[in-house]
């Protein structure tokens, strides 16, 4: 079984609408984890920390459910500029491993 | 304010060939990283570097060799390149290991002929 997986979509929505992405990761004493944003062809960059009573930046939030072992992200007012692929990042309880996600793609249209 | 800068941007090899990837950063992080990013894989942790004078395997580090010369700078390289490790490489750092966020480098694509 994978660290962490993700649905790699594509997801196509429109200019607008709110769109959720879930990442699942099976160690259970798993300790932090991260969202990146990795446009084509680029580095992935760092979007947002994901914490235990979830947060939120701008029209982004991310939230972790430990119970079911998921964080989740959520894109609300989408725009063309968030066209990119999302990247989870999910670091063990040793803090000296990192699993990365394979990545959801998300494209909006205008 | 270059943050990560790795050298060479692309490469081509021949089976056999050696190589070293370079990278540096000037954020004066403790912690750096070496990962390879597959189509269908993701990122998957090579080797990193937890402090200067430490190293340390990821998940794929077979075919793989690292140096932290200093603070700044933590080279990969390929002994004995195989077509395998056609990919493209991402160096990082981060403060320290643990719930850190990374700053990555821009990438090298490395083909393997």
């Known amino acids: 079984r994978k660290e962490v997986e993700q649905d790699p979509g594509p997801f196509n929505v429109p200019e607008g609408a709110t769109v959720a992405f879930n990442c699942t990761y099976s160690n259970s004493a798993s300790q932090s984890f991260f969202w990146y944003r990795q446009d084509c062809r680029k580095e992935p960059k760092l979007l947002m920390s994901v914490y235990s009573s979830g947060n939120e930046d701008g029209r982004f939030t991310a939230q972790l459910n430990r119970a079911s072992q998921y964080i989740s992200l959520l894109i609300r007012d989408s725009k063309l500029s968030d066209s990119a692929t999302y990247l989870c990042v999910v670091i063990n309880s040793g803090g000296n491993q990192f699993y990365f996600g394979t990545g959801t793609s998300l494209t909006v249209i205008p | 304010n270059a943050g990560v800068t790795q050298t060479p941007k692309f490469q081509v090899l021949k089976t056999g060939q050696s190589m070293t990837l370079q990278c540096a950063q000037d954020m004066n992080h403790n912690s750096m990283y070496w990962y390879r990013q597959d189509p269908g894989m993701g990122l998957r942790l090579i080797y990193y570097s937890a402090s200067e004078g430490t190293t340390d395997k990821g998940e794929v580090p077979n075919g793989y060799n690292v140096s932290r010369l200093n603070k700044r700078e933590f080279s990969l390289r390929l002994e004995s390149a195989a077509p395998s490790q056609t990919s493209v490489y991402f160096c990082?750092?981060?403060?320290?290991?643990?719930?850190?966020?990374?700053?990555f480098g821009d990438g090298t694509r490395l083909s393997i002929l």
């Open positions: 990082a750092s981060s403060v320290a290991t643990g719930p850190q966020p990374q700053h």
